[in-house]
């Protein structure tokens, strides 16, 4: 179930509650994605400490976690991050309604490189590329690694067409699976084959002992 604020975090071996911080993170993280990688995890755009729950800092509205490197999407910027080098600095932070100091962890990582891909909404890592999806109906595969200077434009080896807005993507069986907010299924697949369509069977028609009548 997704709630609203980050999910609680479980022992994974005896199913032991570890944290539940619902009132430090009510107003972060969120949703039913999530994702876990060195020593955080990664829930609603927000970096999470992996023992404590805490919040660390953004990461990027969709995140995607291999080999070491946090891959994020954000307003139409795909990111690198290196995870192996992460690390979680304290800093005093003044409360000027409590007239405190208190203290605050700091998400401290690396950015090893960047790229812009207008209208980019969702996206995924396979292989040795990222598999994007745009609004306008398209997805590609972007090489690797991401430009490091972040002003260079991302080398697109593939592009294909779909029918609607790609909303998630899967990789499996060495082929790339597309699915839209429309109700569509893609699949791509190496080689050139004739593209095959399939219609969804018509529903059976509504009559007496099926629905269609109230019984009495």
């Known amino acids: 179930v997704a709630l609203r604020g980050v999910d609680p975090g479980h022992a994974r071996h005896t199913g032991q509650l570890v944290h539940y911080l619902l009132a430090d993170n009510s107003k972060v993280g969120g949703g039913a994605d999530v994702a876990a990688g060195g020593d955080a ?5 927000t970096a999470f400490d ?9 990461a990027g509205a969709q995140v995607a976690v291999a080999d070491g490197v946090l891959y994020s999407l954000h ?3 795909l990111r690198s991050l290196d995870l192996t080098g992460a690390k979680v600095e304290i800093e005093e932070v003044i409360d000027r309604k409590a007239l405190t100091v208190k203290k605050k962890p700091k998400w401290v990582i690396a950015e090893t490189g960047s790229a812009k891909l207008a209208k980019a909404e969702t996206f995924i890592k396979a292989g040795s590329r990222l598999y994007v999806g745009t609004t306008v109906g398209e997805v590609s595969a972007v090489e690797l690694p991401l430009p490091a200077d972040g002003k260079a434009a991302p080398t697109a080896s593939w592009r294909a067409e779909v029918s609607g807005r790609p909303a998630h993507l899967l990789a499996a069986d060495g082929r790339l699976f597309v699915v839209t907010l429309e109700g569509h299924v893609h699949c791509f697949g190496p080689g050139k084959v ?23």
């Open 75 to 77: 307003a139409g910027t």
């Open 41 to 45: 995890f990664f829930n609603g755009g």
């Open 50 to 58: 992996l023992k404590t729950g805490l919040k660390l800092g953004a």
């Open 194 to 216: 004739e593209t095959k369509v399939h219609e969804l069977p018509a529903p059976p028609a509504e009559g007496p002992g099926a629905g269609g009548e109230v019984a009495r």
